[in-house]
């Protein structure tokens, strides 16, 4: 009997180093397709299931629920601020793990011959054999014997220095991206008020005098719109990677952006409608196009964000500043359709991001950042910067 058995056992053996050499080259050929799309590939806004897009989508969801119990908006700002550098980490060290198992499991399918191999735990002896070979560490204690295992080892080398070697270069490239973003977003601050808003930007343009001189500003965020979609469709991640103050983000300054050509195509007679309506058109493609990437369908705003009287406060300050408006029935109504075009987008990716969604006015007078300091509100005698006007750079 024990003659019988032992075919079938030996064949149950075969058969699960089989399946288990399949898996193996299936999670390798993957992780490197997943890893090949996130850092080289530029992509296409798709559906396909990615594991990165698997990762952040889960991991996400369990970081805003811990975030939510955060009551501080500070401690809860910064714990978010976490979560996009925190995150790429994580995905290369799973990555690397990924593969380290991978290629022991297919060693181990392959029943690999090895100098010095022990009788005990061989399978977790090919795990250790392939982290050093991954990470080329070259201790030389186990080394493969037969040919094709020598082939594999010298595969996972080149595979493993080739992955670290993409992931050193893939950093300077993303903070450069990131870079570029703030700098733009941090040049509204004065601009816009912080939080920024659209009757701020308005405002402040009607009291220089240069509303008839806003091209310039909206070509700057034009282009702006496009490298904002590009940015973040060759790294996702960085929608996760929070700006430097509370109180701004790539988020707000889109829906400003968005907001300020909504009111010049319908509101200001004076505006440069046809820049107004090239920077509305590329700055709506960057929000739908960020939502479909991160799975976020358009949520109806659940209040109204630009009631008819603070539609009114907004032209009497442009009439204030020389600036002829249309009237505010008329406006009110195509302000409701280009807003319907963009408002459920940026709410639905206000609520996935936890980013405060701007409105189109301040609730109260705007100071911006660079008016304000710890030390004026700690050091006696400094107080409050007052408000700087116009006429203080005239």
Not at 94 to 107: D, N, P, V
Not at 214 to 231: M, R
Request: proline share 6%; with cysteine.
């Amino acid at each position: 009997a024990s003659r019988l058995g032992r075919p079938a056992v030996e064949g149950t053996f075969a058969i699960m180093h089989l399946l288990v050499g399949i898996a193996s080259v299936v999670a390798i050929l993957l992780i490197l397709a997943d890893s090949f799309e996130a850092m080289l590939q530029p992509r296409r806004v798709t559906h396909r299931f990615r594991f990165t897009r698997l990762f952040y989508r889960n991991s996400w969801m369990v970081w805003r629920a811990i975030a939510g119990r955060f009551h501080h908006r500070g401690r809860r700002e910064a714990f978010l601020s976490l979560f996009g550098p925190l995150s790429l980490l994580v995905l290369f060290m799973l990555w690397a793990i990924g593969m380290i198992f991978a290629f022991g499991m297919l060693h181990w399918a392959l029943d690999t011959r090895l100098a010095h191999f022990p009788d005990e735990w061989p399978s977790w002896t090919y795990v250790y054999l392939s982290g050093v070979t991954f990470f080329t560490l070259g201790y030389g204690d186990f080394t493969p014997l037969d040919r094709l295992g020598q082939v594999l080892a010298v595969v996972e080398a080149g595979v493993g220095f080739g992955l670290i070697a993409l992931v050193i270069g893939y950093l300077p490239t993303l903070f450069q991206a990131f870079s570029q973003r703030e700098r733009t977003i941090g040049l509204l601050d004065a601009r816009a008020g912080s939080p920024p808003t659209a009757s701020e930007l308005l405002g402040r343009l009607a009291a220089a005098g240069r509303l008839t001189c806003v091209e310039g500003f909206l070509q700057e965020w034009e282009a702006w719109s496009a490298d904002l979609l590009d940015n973040h469709l060759s790294f996702p991640m960085l929608s996760f990677y929070r700006s430097q103050h509370e109180n701004q983000s790539w988020l707000a300054a889109l829906t400003v952006i968005l907001d300020t050509c909504s009111l010049l195509l319908v509101g200001v007679k004076q505006a440069d409608r046809y820049h107004a309506q090239l920077t509305f058109a590329m700055a709506r493609h960057a929000a739908v196009d960020l939502a479909l990437v991160l799975w976020v369908p358009p949520v109806e705003v659940p209040y109204d964000r630009l009631p008819p009287e603070k539609l009114a406060e907004i032209f009497a300050k442009l009439r204030a500043g020389g600036c002829s408006s249309c009237d505010t029935a008329l406006a009110q109504a195509k302000l409701a359709e280009l807003r319907a075009m963009y408002e459920p987008v940026v709410y639905g990716l206000s609520q996935r991001l936890m980013f405060n969604l701007p409105t189109f006015a301040p609730d109260r007078p705007a100071v911006d950042n660079w008016q304000t300091s710890p030390w004026s509100k700690r050091t006696p005698g400094i107080g409050n910067l007052p408000s700087v006007g116009e006429e203080h750079f005239a």
